[in-house]
Nanobody
Framework: QMQLVESGGGLVQAGGSLRLSCAASGRTFSGNPMAWFRQAPGKERDLVTAINWNGRSTYYADSVKGRFTISRDNAKNTMYLQMNTLKPEDTAVYYC???????????????????WGQGTQVTVSS
C-alpha cells in the first residue's frame, strides 16, 4: 500500500480559501488514480473530486463544481485540492485516497481505493 499524508486543513471564514496537499510515499504515485473524500460528523464519507493517473481527466461533485480544483504533481508525489469560496457546509474531515495503479482511471466508489490518509480537518465558519 501507499502511505498518504494530508496537510493544509484549518479554520477559515465563509468565502475564504484553503489548499490541501496529499503527499504520497511507499510505492509509485504517478500511475495511481487519486481522489479526495470528505466526511462530516454523523454523515457518510463522500467523494469530493477525483483525478486520473496523468491528470487529464477529473471529476467533481456537484456541490463543489466551480469552487474546488484538483491537481497532481507526479514529480513531487503530491496531489492538491484548491478550495475557494468555502461554505460552512464544506466543513468536514478531508481524506485523500489512492486507487491501485492497475487502474488508470478514478472510481466514484470509496471501496475501490486501497490507500487512505489520516485526514485533515477543514472548518468553515459563517
Amino acid at each position: 500500500q501507499m502511505q498518504l499524508v494530508e496537510s493544509g486543513g484549518g479554520l477559515v471564514q465563509a468565502g475564504g480559501s484553503l489548499r490541501l496537499s496529499c503527499a504520497a510515499s511507499g510505492r509509485t504515485f504517478s500511475g495511481n488514480p487519486m481522489a479526495w473524500f470528505r466526511q462530516a460528523p454523523g454523515k457518510e464519507r463522500d467523494l469530493v473530486t477525483a483525478i486520473n493517473w496523468n491528470g487529464r481527466s477529473t471529476y467533481y461533485a456537484d456541490s463543489v463544481k466551480g469552487r474546488f480544483t484538483i491537481s497532481r504533481d507526479n514529480a513531487k508525489n503530491t496531489m492538491y485540492l484548491q478550495m475557494n469560496t468555502l461554505k460552512p457546509e464544506d466543513t468536514a474531515v478531508y481524506y485523500c485516497a489512492a486507487r491501485p495503479n492497475i487502474y488508470r482511471s478514478y472510481s466514484l466508489t470509496p471501496s475501490e481505493y486501497d490507500s487512505w490518509g489520516q485526514g485533515t480537518q477543514v472548518t468553515v465558519s459563517s
